[in-house]
């Protein structure tokens, strides 16, 4: 094969790489069309076949209401079910338990003061029961599915507000707490995101900081299946906030964790601080050794709110861009390697302010489902929950 040959194959394979690695077009997208501001949070593939989301309307003159949605593999709206009271409700996560029933988490809002909120409802959308945690209950951030109809619920737990406790608990199919741990309770914390592991363990990432502090860390804790911690991965960022939004296990048993750093542009410790946002990713050893992190800084704004691992072994990140001279801003998707490297990315079509990429899963068609567009504030008075689904890259 002369020289020419070898740079015409050599450039054919390295396209052939690069559109391979190029995150493709939705095979179907579809939005709520409902008129007010309503917005989905959350998604799992159903048990009993496509896809079920979690999210709130809002209506003029009325409060917000949780929202559970089932789609149809090709999109199509199977049912959708209104859970809510006159109080204002914001929902959180979902999960599926074994006999295919839900659960939803969220926040009931009572005289202006926030109640850590569970709904079970059947593999038809009929609500079971619905439980109110304490008033120590001070907030509830995810939760996963376990063995016999039980799940797990993480966020935090204290006697006193203002200064927070890193809680999980574990629950049976009556919402019955069996098992709580409170973690680092010298420091102000919340639990953001826990997995299930393997062996039986759990991993959780958590925020956490000095009490009455502006600034935080990201903490990544492995947990018994008795509730008791085996170790702690503190990844410290002096005078910034960082917010851990989600935790992966890596094909290679090590943890990864995406969420934001908030870089300070003054005085950290001011009454009102002002932040640059940027997104930032973590790869924790199975031993909770830190390998490495990393910052996605560019001209405005970046977050993540959500990552899942593909079938080549890369991941996909879910969340924001905000690009402030060139007008670019939307829901957002990168596309990394094992070290953290951009592969590529997407700017999701902008619908409409604060609109993000919420949660991102995997499909049993090697493609993946993207939801958003995450929580919106009462006094966004026009916003659509959306639903994308891709096929594999």
């Known amino acids: 094969m002369n020289c020419k040959s070898i740079i015409a194959v050599t450039t054919h394979l390295l396209i052939a790489l690069y559109l391979s690695a190029q995150i493709p077009d939705p095979q179907w997208n579809k939005q709520s069309g409902a008129g007010g501001c309503d917005f989905y949070t959350d998604v799992i593939e159903d048990a009993n076949g496509g896809y079920t989301v979690c999210g709130a309307l809002h209506i003029a003159g009325q409060s917000l209401d949780f929202q559970l949605i089932r789609f149809a593999e090709n999109g199509d709206v199977l049912w959708t079910k209104t859970i809510g009271t006159e109080n204002k409700e914001i929902p959180k996560r979902l999960t599926q338990l074994s006999d295919k029933s839900y659960v939803l988490i969220g926040t009931s809002h009572e005289e202006n003061t926030p109640v850590c909120l569970l709904i079970r409802l059947d593999e038809k959308g009929e609500e079971l029961w619905r439980k109110?945690?304490?008033?120590?209950?001070?907030?509830?951030?995810?939760?996963?599915?376990?063995?016999?109809?039980?799940?797990?619920?993480?966020?935090?737990?204290?006697?006193d507000s203002a200064h927070p406790h890193i809680w999980?608990?574990?629950?049976?199919?009556?919402?019955?707490?069996?098992?709580?741990?409170?973690?680092?309770?010298?420091?102000?914390?919340?639990?953001?995101?826990?997995?299930?592991?393997?062996?039986?363990?759990?991993?959780?990432?958590?925020?956490?900081?000095?009490?009455?502090?502006?600034?935080?860390?990201?903490?990544?804790?492995?947990?018994?299946?008795?509730?008791?911690?085996?170790?702690?991965?503190w990844i410290k960022t002096p005078d910034q906030k960082v917010w851990p939004e989600c935790i992966c296990c890596a094909p290679d048993s090590c943890f990864m964790i995406v969420g934001?750093?908030?870089?300070?542009?003054?005085?950290?410790?001011?009454?009102?601080?002002?932040?640059?946002?940027?997104?930032?990713?973590?790869?924790?050893?199975?031993?909770?050794?830190?390998?490495?992190?990393?910052?996605?800084?560019?001209?405005?704004?970046?977050?993540?709110?959500?990552?899942?691992?593909?079938?080549?072994?890369?991941?996909?990140?879910?969340?924001?861009?905000?690009?402030?001279?060139?007008?670019?801003?939307?829901?957002?998707?990168l596309n990394i390697d094992t070290n953290g490297n951009e592969i590529s990315e997407s700017l999701l079509r902008l619908r409409f302010n604060n609109d993000h990429a919420s949660r991102i899963i995997n499909t049993a068609d090697g493609g993946f489902v993207v939801v958003g567009p995450g929580i919106q504030e009462e006094t966004n008075s026009r916003s659509d929950g959306w639903i994308l689904k891709f096929g594999g890259l």
């Open 132 to 159: 109110k945690l304490g008033n120590n209950y001070l907030a509830v951030e995810d939760i996963i599915s376990l063995q016999e109809r039980s799940f797990a619920i993480v966020g935090s737990k204290s006697q």
């Open 168 to 233: 999980m608990a574990t629950l049976n199919e009556q919402g019955e707490i069996t098992l709580e741990s409170s973690f680092m309770t010298d420091m102000s914390g919340c639990a953001r995101s826990i997995k299930k592991l393997p062996d039986g363990d759990f991993v959780m990432a958590a925020q956490v900081s000095q009490p009455g502090k502006n600034n935080c860390d990201i903490l990544a804790i492995r947990i018994s299946c008795q509730g008791k911690a085996k170790w702690y991965s």
């Open 260 to 333: 934001w750093n908030g870089k300070c542009l003054g005085d950290i410790h001011a009454a009102d601080p002002i932040f640059d946002f940027d997104l930032v990713l973590n790869k924790i050893s199975c031993s909770g050794e830190i390998l490495w992190t990393k910052s996605i800084d560019r001209e405005g704004s970046e977050g993540g709110n959500a990552l899942t691992i593909r079938p080549d072994g890369t991941f996909i990140v879910a969340g924001i861009k905000a690009t402030s001279f060139l007008g670019k801003i939307g829901p957002w998707l």
